[in-house]
């Protein structure tokens, strides 16, 4: 029974936040800035840190 639940729960957790990913989509230029990997790479992980 909790490993019906537990799946249960995983599957809408994962669909939630499948469904909510795809919604926010933002478009920023990465022209000139400093990169690790392949420049032509699928998916662009952009990182913003305030040292403050």
Known sequence: ???KILVALFV???V???VH???IR???STE???FI???QAPVT???FIDYQ
């Open 12 to 14: 809408t957790i994962f």
């Open 1 to 3: 029974m909790m490993s």
């Open 45 to 47: 992980i952009i990182e």
């Open 32 to 34: 000139n800035s400093p």
């Open 37 to 39: 990997g392949i420049e």
């Open 16 to 18: 939630f936040s499948y």
């Open 26 to 28: 933002y478009n920023l």
């Open 21 to 23: 990913a795809s919604e």
